[in-house]
């Protein structure tokens, strides 16, 4: 069985910053891209970064040149790095994964969520 836990969230000042991580654990075969997706209050879940197996990375633009993503294969682990956090930042962030179970075909797999609020 596959899961993904996510940790890291909390509460920060605007300004601030937060480190997520997230970390794949099963019987995993190979983990294609990973990523990070955030829902707000209200809100639909929206994109937010994308890490390839190769590196190739993508950002949602309103956190580009704040927020950076990365991975450790070896750890099966992706990250989020996020600085000079704003309130319009506050969410749920979730982590996925797509990969290949032994013996299952590809899917992508979703962690629990970890909430991020900014505030003063």
């Known amino acids: 069985q596959v899961q993904l836990v996510e940790s890291g969230g909390g509460l920060v000042q605007p300004g601030g910053s937060l480190r997520l991580s997230c970390a794949a654990s099963g019987s995993i075969l190979s983990i294609d891209g990973m990523g990070w997706y955030r829902q707000a209050p209200g809100k639909q879940r929206e994109w937010v970064a994308t890490i390839t197996s190769g590196g190739s990375i993508l950002y949602t633009g309103s956190v580009k040149g704040r927020f950076t993503i990365s991975r450790d294969n070896a750890k099966n682990t992706v990250y989020l790095q996020m600085n000079s956090l704003k309130p319009e930042d506050t969410a749920v962030y979730y982590c996925?994964?797509?990969?290949?179970?032994?013996?299952?075909?590809?899917?992508?797999?979703w962690g629990q969520g970890t909430q991020v609020t900014v505030s003063s």
């Open positions: 996925n994964a797509d990969l290949r179970p032994y013996g299952l075909a590809r899917n992508r797999y």
